[in-house]
């Protein structure tokens, strides 16, 4: 089976941000001083908001019960919904979507892993600088771990033919480029989904990869969607939601989905709770079972 569903991000990269569409581009990456967080996450005004952005606005803020619309989001599409999906995924995009759902990532988190980030042993990831610019661990369920073992074998191959060709160089975060001299050509700093084509600078003729663009996800999760009959509207936000939602389900308790969100206030998390119905605690009553 592939994998799980993205978020559908209006905004188009900046220059020299990587590629979209397959298209070389002539600048490399962050050469517009932009940092790290290359492509904004769905926001107002954005066709993802239908669905994915209530609860994304939500994260970490106050506020006691859930709105309409934040509950509307939170409700995520149902375990055969979100299979039907996958099923009608295949390639990079399908393992992509399979992280976002298995392991309950934002679009850009999952795009921007890198192989260091990823724990086979204790089957974890670790997210950097998510939202609110704080690490998080989380899970890395068992058949997807394996399928990114594959995927890094994928990495490795590609990473050695660039080197090969005199370039293979990754963008770091913040100063450690400068701190740690030729960590951008090594194997673990490189990106888990790298792009198809290489970046290159113009001026100096400097190439690398960035990671894909999340346009390409997108894209073939809308297709997806549709092939799938899903009746709402359904993005890649919409399977972090899911995730959520089918753990609460399972019984597992709100604090702990809460750290694997990143939510910093559990206010936001309990979103999850009303769309479930069981009550403000996200419990049942003895009572229903009777």
Same mark, same amino acid.
């Given at each position: 089976m592939a994998?799980a569903v993205s978020?559908?991000?209006?905004?188009a990269?900046?220059a020299?941000d990587?590629?979209r569409g /397959?298209?070389?581009?002539?600048?490399? &990456?962050?050469?517009g001083?932009?940092g790290?967080?290359?492509?904004?996450?769905?926001?107002?005004?954005g066709?993802a908001?239908s669905?994915?952005?209530a609860a994304?606005a939500?994260s970490?803020?106050?506020?006691?019960g859930? =709105?309409q619309a934040?509950?509307t989001?939170?409700?995520g599409?149902?375990? /055969?919904g979100? $299979?039907a999906?996958?099923?009608r995924?295949?390639g990079v995009e399908?393992l992509v979507?399979?992280v976002?759902?298995g392991? #309950?990532?934002r679009?850009?988190?999952?795009l921007r892993?890198?192989?260091k +980030?990823l724990? @086979?042993?204790?089957?974890e990831?670790t997210?950097?600088?998510g939202?609110?610019?704080k690490?998080?661990?989380?899970?890395?369920?068992l /058949?997807?771990?394996?399928?990114l073992?594959?995927q890094?074998?994928?990495v490795?191959?590609l990473?050695e033919?660039?080197?090969a060709?005199?370039y293979?160089s990754v963008?770091?975060?913040g100063?450690? $480029?400068?701190?740690?001299?030729?960590a951008?050509?090594?194997?673990n !700093?490189q !990106?888990v989904f790298?792009?198809?084509? $290489?970046w290159?600078n113009a001026?100096?003729?400097?190439?690398?990869?960035h990671?894909l +663009? &999340?346009?390409?996800?997108?894209?073939?999760?809308?297709?997806?969607?549709i092939e799938?009959?899903?009746s709402k509207?359904?993005?890649?936000?919409s399977?972090?939601?899911? @995730?959520a939602t089918?753990?609460?389900?399972?019984?597992h308790d709100i604090?702990t989905?809460?750290e694997l969100? #990143?939510h910093?206030d559990?206010?936001t998390?309990?979103?999850?709770?009303?769309?479930?119905? $069981? /009550?403000p @605690?996200?419990?049942? =009553?003895?009572? +229903?079972t009777?």
């Amino acid at each position: 089976m592939a994998a799980a569903v993205s978020a559908v991000s209006p905004a188009a990269p900046s220059a020299g941000d990587g590629q979209r569409g /397959g298209e070389r581009l002539s600048h490399a &990456p962050g050469s517009g001083g932009s940092g790290e967080c290359l492509y904004p996450e769905p926001g107002p005004g954005g066709a993802a908001v239908s669905v994915s952005g209530a609860a994304g606005a939500g994260s970490g803020s106050g506020g006691g019960g859930a =709105s309409q619309a934040e509950a509307t989001a939170a409700r995520g599409v149902d375990p /055969g919904g979100v $299979r039907a999906v996958l099923e009608r995924m295949d390639g990079v995009e399908a393992l992509v979507s399979e992280v976002l759902y298995g392991s #309950g990532l934002r679009l850009m988190e999952a795009l921007r892993l890198r192989v260091k +980030d990823l724990d @086979f042993e204790r089957r974890e990831l670790t997210v950097r600088d998510g939202k609110g610019s704080k690490d998080r661990r989380t899970m890395l369920p068992l /058949g997807v771990g394996e399928r990114l073992r594959v995927q890094l074998q994928k990495v490795r191959r590609l990473h050695e033919k660039d080197l090969a060709e005199g370039y293979g160089s990754v963008q770091l975060p913040g100063a450690l $480029r400068r701190k740690y001299r030729n960590a951008d050509k090594q194997l673990n !700093w490189q !990106w888990v989904f790298p792009q198809h084509q $290489r970046w290159r600078n113009a001026q100096t003729g400097e190439q690398g990869r960035h990671h894909l +663009d &999340p346009s390409l996800v997108q894209k073939a999760i809308r297709r997806a969607v549709i092939e799938a009959k899903i009746s709402k509207a359904a993005t890649s936000h919409s399977f972090r939601h899911s @995730f959520a939602t089918h753990l609460l389900e399972r019984g597992h308790d709100i604090r702990t989905i809460q750290e694997l969100l #990143g939510h910093n206030d559990i206010r936001t998390t309990m979103i999850y709770t009303h769309v479930l119905n $069981r /009550g403000p @605690f996200g419990i049942s =009553s003895p009572a +229903d079972t009777l």
